[in-house]
């Protein structure tokens, strides 16, 4: 691979606090090396704004290895940038050429309100999981771990649900800011295993119940998460979602 | 001499004759205690919602903006269980005995045997949550052989088992959230143990969105904050990783045990220029299958596919036969860095060797071809057939090394090179995971108590879940029997206003310095002089600088600094500030440790102590103990020591020949 240096502009969002109306900032940054990260780009930048006696620029990020799911920033119109099936913390500057201008924001969500500059509060996410996105098991409880054979394809598929990282690209990405794939991943998961399977109805419904709480808004399939997730996790789960829910709303005895 | 508390009786016997006589709470007075648990990863979160089925009234804290951001996510291979399911000879007393030899005979006995035995209960645990571990066709789990040992025990989903562990652990401390029985604390710090009459009785916690100073009781607090690898600024730690609450605990009364133990991993993807900003480990599993080697002329600066077979150095299958490229951490790491500096490097910077899945694409692609008939198969198809193998087993490895590097795996060898990974080193603990401040505790990496000096690889999971789900809900009751008369403390106490006040004036002091040097500046240079001086390799004359080199980069800290923005407002600098600090009073306090023990053990190298073939050369009769430092004063530390008895796994040289 041929290393290169670059001269970029960046456009980013800056607001104080939840309260403030915030506002694009422009930041000249040169000699970016093509094999620098994303966020190191940022932490070249926030060196320099601290150096010059300016506030830097507050990100979130935490394993840079695309996995913790902090990481979030919308660069030019797109969660995560560029590149297919990535994280910011994953995209790399060779993705860009000398003398191009990236635009980068918040995630933008009612849901989602800004912490400050691109920093945003998902908390709405651990009170989707607190609805009923576990299997109710005490600590000490199971049966040995081979007791209940698995076919090898449902737990596979299991995983690939089970492979989300909580970022919320898929909100982001969405025009109208559902956070159906996010739901629908948990409860596909789950209600794949014969584990999850005594609470799939009520799982089903209150974890939509509390998205809809959350102010996330609805699905119209667009596929805009799908196109968008660091994780590929499939768009078919909402239908599975939708099907649970159907399901539960018709057969639950409560 | 400290106490370890390791009950009497024979090592198999302990753990269930302990549970057997410890102290109860009985559930209506769970419900009036109140326990504090710092930290989310594997062990806090199991810890949480553990104790919180219990009955117990638990607060959890942790710096992300979730639980189930924890480091523990970026775990990749695998969590080690003595279940035996692939009949290859395992056993509780085989895992025990690899763990003891793994760590180099510094670990205890007794913890690695409880380790050893609770190990089946997590696999069983985590199923029930729903973890989707990997399965054969005929629905049974799936189990592949990490470093040290000859067995299949390590069970997986595929390259991101922590993330599937974590969120099973996240999931359960969830419910406990919606049954009321925690309350969760995101984007909050510890900064501070309150202790009143002598025991932990409560934290300072800054609220880092609003930089507020908060103060919480517990009759208990458990220290769930992990490892301190990013003592060494580049490391496979995720960026907030820090020792802030574990070393806010030492100052306050708890020893450190073995700081100077750090597992330096030997599959990394290496440094790649200044801007730096971690470093990424490429998982232990694909040692299972690919070969390490590096050109056997010096300097060779040839395209690997140009040289040939015969030219190549497979150095760990030379040196090691009967272990191969499997050999333990320490001494995968210590043989890479041994071609490098002999000059036998590769790349670019010429410090790396290659990682070469070929032979592998190349097996796995014929037994492919056998099962589908495929006769006379084309070297074409049968790299067709092996890359579809490899690509289902580590596929997402191999996607992350190439979008970090540019390069494509199953085209050409992985470069890779040794990087800080693990430390098992950490706050001094006994057999009930007590530190020596009483009602102050440590789980997981947080402790020093299981790994010895050399951690196994797929062992740092299985140890966090044990002493969250397994351990502490036994051993905390112990403790908290004595105490449920003991009425929650209000947060107005002299102990709190005191403790508070020393924090805020701390940041007070840190905000004041407006000096000229950024905070991350000076975590890169600490993490240079540890890298240089306490990493790989350490020597006496080496240490000795180190010391001296981080007193004058401390001074220089506390007087140039430069923070900026407020205090009531969130500011990460100032957050870094707080950790940097704390990481630079870690640093002397590992290099102290470092010069003290003239041997080599596991992952800690002295120069001075090696055998006449390079290797690591150990010294029962003056070190065979741990060594627990009490923290004194600024700079100086009074050393305590636990010796160490090995009535079962006799201590012999470790080979892996």
């Known amino acids: 691979m041929e290393h290169y240096n670059m001269n970029l502009t960046l456009k980013v969002w800056r607001q104080k606090n939840k309260d403030d109306r915030g506002q694009f900032e422009t930041y000249q940054v040169k000699n970016v090396s093509s094999e620098m990260s994303f966020l190191e780009m940022f932490d070249i930048l926030n060196e320099e704004l601290i150096r010059e006696g300016k506030d830097p620029i507050t990100f979130d990020h935490d394993c840079r290895e695309g996995i913790c799911g902090a990481c979030s920033m919308y660069i030019d119109g797109r969660p995560h940038g560029p590149w297919h099936a990535n994280t910011t913390c994953q995209l790399h500057m060779r993705a860009y050429k000398d003398g191009d201008t ?17 920093m945003v509060d998902r908390s709405a996410f651990d009170r989707i999981i607190q609805s009923g996105g576990y299997i109710s098991v005490n ?49 596909s998961h789950l209600a794949l295993l014969p584990q999850g399977d005594p609470e799939r109805k009520d799982r089903a419904i209150n974890m939509i119940a509390q998205m809809d709480k959350e102010g996330f808004g609805g699905c119209t399939n667009t596929g805009a998460c799908e196109a968008v997730c660091p994780k590929e996790i499939s768009i078919s789960n909402i239908a599975r979602l939708n099907s649970e829910y159907l399901r539960a709303g018709l057969t639950i005895d409560k | 001499m400290l106490n370890s508390r390791i009950p ?97 005979y510094r670990a205890r006995e007794g913890n690695v045997h409880r380790l050893a035995e609770v190990s089946a209960n997590i696999i069983d645990q985590c199923v029930a949550q729903g973890v989707p571990f990997a399965r054969e066709y005929g629905g049974l789990l799936s189990n592949r052989s990490f470093g040290g040992t000859q067995v299949q025990r390590t069970f997986y989903a595929a390259g991101q088992t922590g993330q599937q562990l974590l969120i099973g652990a996240y999931q359960a401390l969830e419910r406990q959230v919606a049954l009321g029985n925690v309350i969760q604390y995101s984007r909050h710090e510890m900064l501070d143990i309150v202790k009143i009459d002598g025991k932990a009785r409560g934290i300072i916690a800054r609220d880092l969105v609003t930089g507020q100073l908060e103060r919480h009781f517990g009759h208990a607090v458990l220290l769930c904050s992990g490892g301190y690898g990013n003592v060494f600024y580049l490391s496979t730690n995720a960026m907030g990783s820090n020792v802030t609450a574990a070393w806010k605990a030492h100052v306050k009364g708890a020893y450190f045990g073995n700081p100077c133990y750090t597992q330096i991993h030997p599959t990394c993807i290496p440094v790649s220029g200044d801007h730096q900003s971690k470093l990424t480990l490429m998982s232990e599993s694909l040692r299972n299958d690919g070969r390490i080697w590096v050109p056997k002329k010096q300097g060779d600066s040839r395209r690997p596919s140009e040289i040939p077979e015969d030219e190549r150095d497979y150095y760990l299958e030379r040196r090691y036969p009967a272990f191969g490229n499997l050999v333990p951490r320490d001494v995968a790491s210590r043989a890479a860095k041994e071609r490098c500096d002999a000059g036998y490097g590769v790349g670019t910077s010429k410090q790396a060797v290659y990682l070469d899945y070929a032979a592998a694409i190349e097996r796995y692609g014929k037994i492919e071809c056998r099962k589908l008939g495929i006769e006379n198969p084309s070297a074409d198809v049968v790299r067709k057939q092996g890359v579809a193998v490899v690509k289902e087993k580590y596929g997402n490895l191999f996607d992350m090394y190439e979008k970090i590097t540019g390069e494509n795996p199953y085209e050409v060898p992985m470069r890779i090179y040794p990087a800080v990974h693990y430390t098992m080193g950490g706050l001094w603990v006994d057999y009930e995971l007590m530190t020596t401040v009483p009602g102050l505790y440590a789980l997981g990496e947080a402790n020093f108590s299981d790994h010895g000096a050399n951690r196994l690889g797929a062992s740092a999971l299985m140890q966090g879940l044990a002493d969250g789900y397994f351990v502490i809900p036994y051993t905390i009751g112990n403790y908290l029997a004595d105490d449920i008369r003991t009425k929650p403390i209000p947060t107005t106490d002299p102990a709190f206003e005191a403790a508070e006040k020393e924090v805020r004036d701390r940041i007070e002091k840190l905000m004041n310095i407006k000096g000229k040097q950024t905070v991350e500046s000076f975590h890169k240079r600490l993490g240079k002089i540890m890298w240089d001086k306490c990493g790989m390799a350490r020597n006496e004359k080496g240490l000795q600088e180190a010391i001296v080199e981080i007193q004058q980069l401390k001074k220089e800290f506390w007087s140039d600094v430069r923070i900026p923005g407020g205090i009531n407002e969130m500011n990460p600098e100032l957050d870094k500030a707080n950790r940097v600090a704390d990481f630079i009073e870690l640093g002397e306090l590992m290099c102290k440790d470092a010069l003290n023990r003239r041997e080599s053990c596991g992952g800690h190298f002295r120069e001075e102590s090696q055998t006449e073939e390079g290797e690591a050369a150990r010294d029962d009769n003056n070190f065979q103990y741990v060594a627990a430092w009490e923290f004194k004063a600024d700079s100086q530390w009074e050393l305590h020591k636990e010796a160490l008895e090995f009535e079962v796994a006799k201590p012999s040289q470790r080979s892996y020949k």
């Open chain 1, 102 to 118: 990236i635009v980068v924001e918040p995630w933008r969500a009612k849901a989602f309100p800004v912490i400050k500059d691109l």
């Open chain 2, 8 to 104: 009497a009786g024979p090592l198999e016997d302990k753990w269930t004759d302990y549970k057997g006589h410890c102290k109860l709470v009985n559930p209506a007075n769970k419900r009036s205690i109140e326990i504090i648990i710092i930290g989310t990863g594997l062990a806090g979160a199991s810890a949480a919602a553990a104790l919180g089925e219990l009955g117990y009234k638990v607060k959890t804290f942790c710096f992300q903006d979730s639980p189930r951001r924890a480091h523990s996510i970026a775990a990749q291979g695998g969590i080690n269980a003595a279940k035996n399911y692939q009949n290859d000879g395992d056993s509780v007393f085989r895992l025990f005995y690899d763990t003891i030899k793994g760590g180099d």
């Open chain 1, 139 to 187: 600590t000490g409880n199971p049966v040995d771990a081979n007791a209940i054979p698995i076919e090898k394809d449902k737990a596979d598929l299991a995983f690939a649900n089970a492979a989300c990282i909580g970022c919320g690209a898929c909100v982001a990405a969405c025009k109208n800011s559902s956070a159906m794939l996010f739901v629908s991943a948990k409860v």
